[in-house]
């Protein structure tokens, strides 16, 4: 049996997406295919603009599996986002990952060698990992994304084997939808208007808005007595929010008062994300697999490697540290966007016929 597997944040899902899943199923023509998909947050520290049941309903239109990356796992840097998001689907065993590049050379792709000097040089400068090594190595967005996966494989020692899908429309870092088929999700948070044109006719314009959360960051924030117990907070910068907060009227104004050459917008927004949830230091141990979606196909595999791995279908508190975490985030959205969150969030996966 074939099973195949992507790793996706569909923030928000758009025409883009549902075309890579379709060339990964025309490609690999797999028995199985599989999507790791981020559930509340983004790698960047964004809230997703879709609930994960809601992605989960879109790439179930073309995937039979999708597995949860859990917030506080997806909330890192690219290489810690990538070897937790491999480690999900290495333990549904897939035997291949696939995803977007733009070069769509797997050679060029495992074969990057970076300047170690240069970008150790550009990053005692304040320059972020990401631009000191795409600014160095000349490495497009997508690429780079798909040289950590395959990086993470490979000190996994997992037997796996990367595999690109040609990206096709405009430009990741693009702005402006320039393409009559694909635009960036960038270009589409950018410009929300963009959704109706990009997306599928299925995916709904009701999404989260990120800044109906900063009231209750700014008291949470303003009531803090410790920090030194929260996870990936360092070198001040709890500090440096704390002095700037109470200037600011949004996220976006607080992000542009803190941002600046030591601190990047990426990492200020990731450390909203851990005080916001006050999320402290651990192992953030995961041996589970937890299931978000599946058809009847899906249903068949996951019973057959059942015995093989800890699958939850449906959380509940002190299962582990990282699903707790999910139940304490649905709870706070569930109060400010009164959705049900945390009634999706305890109940059990969607299921196709």
């Not at 001040?236 to 002095?243: D, F, L, P, R, V």
Request: proline share 3%; aromatic share 12%.
């Amino acid at each position: 049996m074939k099973v195949v597997g992507t790793i996706c944040e569909y923030n928000p899902f758009h025409n883009g997406h549902l075309y890579s899943l379709k060339k990964i199923k025309e490609v690999a023509k797999p028995d199985i295919l599989i999507v790791c998909l981020s559930t509340y947050f983004t790698m960047r520290g964004d809230l997703s603009l879709h609930l994960p049941k809601t992605k989960t309903m879109y790439a179930l239109k073309e995937a039979d599996i999708v597995v949860a990356l859990p917030s506080v796992l997806t909330v890192n840097n690219a290489s810690r986002f990538a070897s937790s998001a491999v480690k999900e689907l290495a333990k549904l065993k897939v035997s291949e990952i696939y995803c977007g590049s733009e070069s769509n050379n797997i050679d060029y792709i495992k074969n990057i060698e970076f300047n170690d000097f240069a970008i150790k040089d550009k990053l005692n400068n304040n320059i972020s990992y990401k631009k000191a090594t795409a600014s160095i190595n000349d490495i497009a967005p997508n690429d780079l994304l798909a040289y950590v996966y395959y990086k993470a494989i490979c000190d996994n020692d997992f037997n796996i084997d990367l595999k690109l899908i040609k990206r096709e429309g405009d430009n990741h870092n693009n702005l402006k939808a320039n393409d009559n088929r694909f635009t960036s999700s960038k270009a589409i948070r950018h410009d929300l208007s963009l959704m109706s044109k990009y997306s599928p006719n299925y995916v709904s314009p009701d999404i989260l808005e990120y800044e109906k959360l900063f009231p209750y960051f700014k008291f949470v924030i303003n009531n803090y007595n410790d920090y030194k117990d929260l996870a990936f907070i360092s070198d001040g910068i709890e500090k440096h929010i704390i002095n700037n907060v109470n200037k600011a009227n949004s996220f976006k104004e607080l992000e542009k008062l803190c941002t600046n050459s030591y601190f990047t917008t990426t990492k200020i927004k990731r450390a909203i994300f851990y005080l916001l949830f006050n999320i402290n230091k651990g192992d953030f141990i995961y041996p589970y697999s937890k299931i978000l979606g599946f058809n009847q196909k899906g249903k068949e595999y996951l019973n057959s490697i059942k015995k093989d791995i800890k699958i939850i279908t449906n959380n509940k508190l002190n299962i582990c540290q990282v699903l707790d975490y999910e139940i304490k985030i649905a709870k706070l959205l569930d109060i400010v966007y009164n959705k049900n969150i945390l009634s999706e969030e305890l109940t059990k996966p969607i299921i196709l016929a």
